[in-house]
């Protein structure tokens, strides 16, 4: 019912491409959608992932996913980074061992909090990365403030 309705407005608003709101766990299909943003609002997905991102992420990898002097704008990343590679860095981590210093990405594959909501943080990226959403917190759709 969401699923279809959300491609029935695929059109007007744009969505991105990958699956949490879709509810199929598995393998994504290239064209389902990652995040909903309806004149600068967020569908609840995106607003989790903005929330989990600054749980999470934003220590290292500053506001609003701009980056800072330890770790890369995922922002920028996401503009060629695939969602697999994407997913695979967070649950495995990775290590930067050819800069003179030692950046490292921690693996959280068994932190749930990131984890199963390794999407939504996803989609949040992925709009901020399409330059759907301005810096900043989200008002959700529905909001009327
Ligand atoms: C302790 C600091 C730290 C935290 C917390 C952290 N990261 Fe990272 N992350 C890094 C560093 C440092 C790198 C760069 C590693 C390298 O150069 O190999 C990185 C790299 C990445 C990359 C690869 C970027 C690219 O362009 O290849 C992704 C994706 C990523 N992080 C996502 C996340 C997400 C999502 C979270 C939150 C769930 C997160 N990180 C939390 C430090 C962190």
Do not use: W
């Not at 290590?95 to 003179?100: A, F, L």
Request: with cysteine; aromatic share 8%.
């Amino acid at each position: 019912m969401r699923y279809k309705s959300l491609l029935a407005l695929s059109g007007l608003i744009g969505i991105g491409a990958v699956s949490a709101i879709a509810g199929s766990s598995g393998a994504k299909a290239e064209n389902d959608p990652v995040y909903v943003v309806q004149e600068g609002h967020v569908d609840q997905h995106t607003f989790n992932g903005y929330r989990r991102y600054g749980e999470s992420c934003h220590r290292c990898h500053g506001p609003d996913g701009a980056g800072s002097s330890y770790a890369p704008s995922l922002t920028e990343s996401l503009k060629h980074l695939s969602y697999e590679d994407f997913t695979n860095v967070i649950v495995n981590g990775r290590q930067n061992v050819t800069k003179s210093q030692n950046n490292v990405m921690p693996a959280f594959g068994t932190t749930e909090d990131v984890v199963l909501y390794i999407d939504d943080i996803y989609g949040y990226l992925k709009a901020r990365s399409d330059e759907r959403l301005p810096r900043g917190r989200p008002k959700r759709i529905g909001d009327d403030s």
